[in-house]
Structures are given as structure tokens and as C-alpha cells.
């Protein structure tokens, strides 16, 4: 069953910054639609950014609250997609997500209901 593997999370203050990975075994995350969503609590899981496939150039797409702040990318090399995330507010508290793409098209999304293969999530907390 494939399923993707999220890591990089801690507890960071306001104004920080944290990296998160998202990784896979026997899937080449390149071919895919990478969307990262996270889930803070008493919410509902939302997206918060995207990168297309590599062969659809590796576009990014964000939410308007992250923007400036969170940055996605590819190391196709290690087979890794990262989301760079600067100064940190404490609503950024929540427990991240990276899933791929369901209709193989290598397109952005911010839609849950779009991605699949989703992993056991890496715990934010952004806290004083």
C-alpha cells in the first residue's frame, strides 16, 4: 500500500522557521502533484501548498495566509518534496500532511478530496 512519509516537524517559536519532508518508498514523488495540508486543532484539514509534477514545470500554489512565509520544492534526487516554512505564527499550529495527486495529472490542488496516499502527518507547534 503505498503511503507517503512526513518528518520534520518540532516546536518553534513565533518567528521561526521549520522544514518539513515529505518521502516515499517505491514511489517516484516527480510524477506527481505534491499537496501539503494540515489539520490545527478543532479544524477541519485544509490545504496549504502545492507543487505540480516535474513534467508539468514544478508549479507552486498557496494558500493567501502562507504566502511569502511558506515555500514549496522538489529534490528529485532524494525523491523528497520539502515545504520551507519562516516566520511561523502560533495559528500555523497543526499537524502537516503531504499526499499526491488521485488523477495522476501532475496538477495543483488545494482540494483534500484531490490527493491520496496520504501519510501519518508531522506535528507544528509554533508556540511562545
Known amino acids: 500500500q503505498a503511503q507517503l512519509v512526513e518528518s520534520g516537524g518540532g516546536l518553534v517559536q513565533p518567528g521561526g522557521s521549520l522544514r518539513l519532508s515529505c518521502s516515499a518508498s517505491?514511489?517516484?514523488?516527480?510524477?506527481?502533484?505534491i499537496g501539503w495540508f494540515r489539520r490545527a486543532p478543532g479544524k477541519e484539514r485544509e490545504g496549504v501548498a502545492c507543487?505540480?509534477?516535474?513534467?508539468?514545470?514544478?508549479?507552486?500554489d498557496y494558500i493567501d495566509s502562507v504566502k511569502g512565509r511558506f515555500t514549496v520544492s522538489r529534490d528529485n534526487t532524494k525523491n523528497t518534496v520539502y515545504l520551507q516554512m519562516d516566520n511561523l505564527k502560533p495559528e500555523d499550529t497543526a499537524v502537516y500532511y503531504c499526499?499526491?495527486?488521485?488523477?495522476?495529472?501532475?496538477?495543483?490542488?488545494?482540494?483534500?478530496?484531490?490527493?491520496?496516499?496520504w501519510g501519518q502527518g508531522t506535528q507544528v507547534v509554533v508556540s511562545a
Open positions: 499526499g499526491t495527486d488521485i488523477m495522476g495529472w501532475g496538477t495543483c490542488s488545494m482540494a483534500q478530496r484531490d490527493f491520496h496516499h
Open positions: 517505491g514511489l517516484t514523488l516527480s510524477y506527481y502533484a
Open positions: 507543487i505540480s509534477a516535474a513534467a508539468t514545470n514544478s508549479k507552486t
